[in-house]
């Protein structure tokens, strides 16, 4: 793919600096079966873009990323063999993040959940929005976290931590994710542009190959914790999607109720 063929995020390209943004702003940047498959792409191809040396992911509009697309969550508790087709793409998308040579910001302009905290924590600084929320409340759907954020939390914040995070699907304020060490600056949304734009252009000023191969070398053990556990992680959540819990969460979300879990 090329820069020009993504639909559902967008590129721009300013001194060096390659902006990526996630282009559903009426769905709060919602997930979608093409997003998700572009998102396995665009590391790749903005790795080997030569007009940049730097990257910022953020989304549109008022949030960065609200997790999985309801319709298409529903799509594959209809057709299960669907989610079957996703297990890959949702490892490269983690991957091509982490393996991403050029160093990556995440400009968290509102709520990271789920997906969107894993996409959040595949960048290599986090400047949030004090307003924004961050959490992974796959358990709260009756998922699996399998689609990164098991893979990354506890090499971030240690076991305790993350597994707290992740059994209770609980979510955090900016501020709260700083104190813990997974946002780096939280910032209101008046300086949010100004502090990504300080940050961005720095790198990009920087000694290129320092920066990439530090980042590379640094990537090594997060690289290694991810691919030892997300193929375990994968088949899990695929193997949760099949449960009538999955089933009843995101039936009780499209009615506005609160859910009634059976263990099943």
Same mark, same amino acid.
Not at 16 to 38: F, K, S, Y
Not at 197 to 203: D, G, P
Not at 242 to 261: G, L
């Given at each position: 793919?090329?820069?020009?063929d993504?639909?559902?995020? #967008?590129? #721009?390209?300013?001194?060096?600096?390659?902006?990526?943004? @996630?282009?559903?702003?009426?769905? @709060?940047?919602?997930?979608?079966?093409?997003?998700?498959?572009?998102?396995?792409?665009?590391?790749?191809?903005?790795?080997?873009?030569?007009?940049?040396?730097?990257?910022? @992911?953020?989304?549109?509009?008022?949030?960065?990323?609200?997790?999985?697309?309801l319709?298409?969550?529903? #799509?594959?508790?209809? +057709?299960?063999?669907?989610?079957?087709?996703?297990? $890959? $793409?949702? *490892? /490269?998308?983690?991957?091509?993040m982490?393996e991403?040579?050029?160093p990556?910001?995440?400009?968290?302009?509102?709520?990271?959940?789920? &997906? =969107?905290?894993?996409?959040? @924590?595949?960048?290599?600084?986090?400047?949030?929005?004090d307003?924004?929320?961050? /959490?992974?409340?796959?358990?709260?759907?009756?998922l699996v976290?399998?689609?990164?954020?098991?893979?990354?939390l506890p090499?971030?914040?240690?076991?305790?931590?993350?597994k707290?995070? &992740?059994?209770? =699907?609980?979510?955090?304020?900016?501020d $709260?994710?700083?104190q813990?060490?997974?946002i780096?600056?939280?910032?209101?949304?008046?300086?949010?542009?100004?502090?990504?734009?300080? &940050?961005?252009?720095?790198?990009?000023?920087?000694?290129t190959?320092?920066?990439?191969?530090t980042k590379?070398?640094? +990537?090594?053990g997060?690289? *290694?914790?991810?691919?030892?556990?997300?193929?375990?992680?994968?088949?899990?959540?695929?193997?949760s +999607?099949?449960?009538a819990?999955?089933?009843?969460a995101?039936?009780?979300?499209? $009615?506005?109720?609160?859910?009634?879990?059976?263990?099943?």
């Amino acid at each position: 793919m090329k820069l020009q063929d993504f639909k559902s995020l #967008s590129v #721009s390209i300013k001194d060096r600096v390659a902006t990526v943004t @996630l282009e559903r702003p009426d769905m @709060l940047n919602a997930v979608g079966r093409e997003m998700h498959t572009e998102l396995k792409h665009i590391f790749r191809v903005i790795a080997d873009d030569p007009d940049s040396d730097v990257v910022v @992911l953020t989304g549109a509009g008022r949030a960065f990323c609200a997790g999985g697309d309801l319709e298409w969550l529903q #799509s594959m508790i209809d +057709n299960p063999a669907e989610f079957n087709g996703i297990i $890959e $793409e949702a *490892k /490269g998308i983690v991957f091509s993040m982490l393996e991403l040579p050029k160093p990556m910001i995440c400009r968290m302009n509102g709520d990271a959940i789920g &997906l =969107g905290a894993t996409l959040a @924590l595949g960048c290599d600084i986090i400047v949030a929005v004090d307003t924004a929320r961050f /959490g992974d409340p796959h358990v709260r759907v009756g998922l699996v976290a399998g689609d990164g954020a098991a893979a990354i939390l506890p090499h971030v914040v240690g076991y305790m931590r993350a597994k707290e995070l &992740l059994l209770t =699907g609980d979510m955090l304020t900016a501020d $709260e994710a700083r104190q813990m060490g997974l946002i780096n600056h939280v910032v209101p949304a008046a300086e949010l542009d100004a502090k990504v734009a300080a &940050l961005s252009n720095k790198l990009a000023r920087g000694a290129t190959q320092a920066i990439r191969y530090t980042k590379i070398a640094v +990537n090594m053990g997060l690289r *290694k914790f991810a691919q030892e556990r997300m193929d375990v992680l994968m088949a899990y959540e695929a193997l949760s +999607n099949r449960s009538a819990d999955h089933a009843e969460a995101v039936a009780a979300f499209r $009615e506005k109720r609160k859910p009634q879990f059976t263990g099943r």
